[in-house]
């Protein structure tokens, strides 16, 4: 019996350990919060960022609303030991003047696995149009 009660000890905290690693995550990733400014047009930026996002494989558009400057995707690699798919990330453009158009990371997307290379790509895309 106390061989058998071990064993399941063991594999319950080995089945613990993925399921803590999201929370941990959240804490120790650094946050990119920094926002880019660009000399665009609001729509133009708009386009830009949604074609940068549509270049991903494992990311997924899931939600747009150009009028309040939002685009959410969902990380579509499905993986049981790091619950990828449950990332989301959400993207806000904003209007910064008449021939500037700014984005950024919302707060809650600021610490989410595989956000900063979503804002390297988008800031790839838009600075080909500068």
Same mark, same amino acid.
């Given at each position: 019996m106390g061989k058998s009660r071990s064993f399941f000890c063991i594999l319950l905290i080995l089945g613990m350990v993925p399921a803590t690693g999201c929370s941990l995550n959240q804490k120790l990733l650094p946050a990119h919060d920094e926002v880019l400014i660009y000399p665009l047009p609001y729509d133009l930026t708009y386009l830009r960022t949604m074609e940068a996002l549509e270049?991903?494989?494992?990311?997924?558009?899931?939600?747009?609303?150009?009028?309040?400057?939002?685009? +959410?995707?969902?990380? %579509?690699?499905?993986?049981?030991?790091?619950?990828?798919?449950?990332?989301?990330?959400?993207?806000?453009?904003?209007? %910064?003047? *008449? *021939?500037?158009?700014?984005?950024?990371?919302?707060?809650?997307?600021? +610490?989410?696995l595989g956000a900063e290379k979503i804002m390297e790509r988008v800031a790839q895309f838009l600075s080909r149009e500068v």
């Open positions: 270049t991903f494989s494992e990311w997924a558009i899931e939600e747009t609303e150009k009028e309040k400057g939002i685009l +959410r995707a969902r990380n %579509v690699h499905y993986s049981s030991l790091d619950d990828a798919d449950k990332r989301l990330v959400t993207l806000l453009i904003k209007r %910064v003047s *008449r *021939r500037e158009t700014s984005i950024a990371l919302a707060p809650e997307s600021q +610490r989410v």
